[in-house]
């Protein structure tokens, strides 16, 4: 997959979390006019969770940080009461963006504080390259689906150049085929090659 695509999925992904931030600001504003009880407790809990941190940078033992969390958790609690009082989502104060995951950047961070592509992006990146491998129509044309029944039983060696008749022959080669899907992640296993003149059926028939 070229950089392009990706730099084009990362711009869209962008561009998804700046709009799922934009509503949640659109929705705050419309609801603290309705509750401006809300906007005073939010403005408390950014001004108490910027004293905690600029009191763990400064060192500062003389205020407790344990007292700055104390008050924070009392007044989100307060706020979930409001909330609920008025019949509103817990989460309709927070960004709804289409990934959970992610939060719609495409990356997570693991345990190890590295960053990997979240299976959403990796996902899109999948369906891109599934839809140029022409391959649209696997619901259809599988394995499962194969018809044997349109190559003959008869055995002609001087037609076919086989002592083994057509239908056996495509049934050995779809064994082969599926024994090849089957070990594709084995690096021993060998890969495929389908050769021959046109009209010799190298193609998948339903």
């Given at each position: ?118 299976s959403c992006l990796k996902q899109k990146l999948l369906d891109i390259s599934f839809n140029k491998s022409n391959m649209s129509n696997l619901d259809k044309e599988n394995f499962d689906t194969f018809n ?59």
């Amino acid at each position: 997959m070229s950089n392009e695509v990706l730099n084009s999925l990362l711009r869209e992904y962008e561009q998804k979390k700046l709009n799922a931030e934009l509503d949640l600001e659109k929705r705050k504003t419309e609801l603290y006019k309705k509750l401006p009880e809300l906007q005073k407790i939010d403005d408390e809990i950014n001004h108490l969770s910027f004293q905690t941190a600029k009191n763990i940078l400064n060192k500062n033992e003389s205020i407790s940080t344990s007292d700055f969390k104390q008050k924070i958790e009392e007044l989100k609690y307060k706020k979930a009461c409001i909330l609920h009082d008025a019949n509103i989502p817990a989460d309709y104060l927070k960004p709804h963006y289409s990934c959970s995951i992610c939060n719609d950047t495409g990356y997570v961070t693991k345990n190890n504080y590295e960053t990997e592509m979240c299976s959403c992006l990796k996902q899109k990146l999948l369906d891109i390259s599934f839809n140029k491998s022409n391959m649209s129509n696997l619901d259809k044309e599988n394995f499962d689906t194969f018809n044997a029944n349109l190559y003959s039983d008869d055995v002609d060696i001087a037609k076919y150049k086989f002592n083994i008749s057509p239908r056996t022959n495509i049934l050995n080669i779809k064994q082969k085929c599926i024994e090849f899907v089957e070990n594709f992640n084995n690096p021993d296993s060998k890969n495929l090659l389908f050769t021959g003149n046109t009209g010799l059926r190298k193609n998948f028939y339903v």
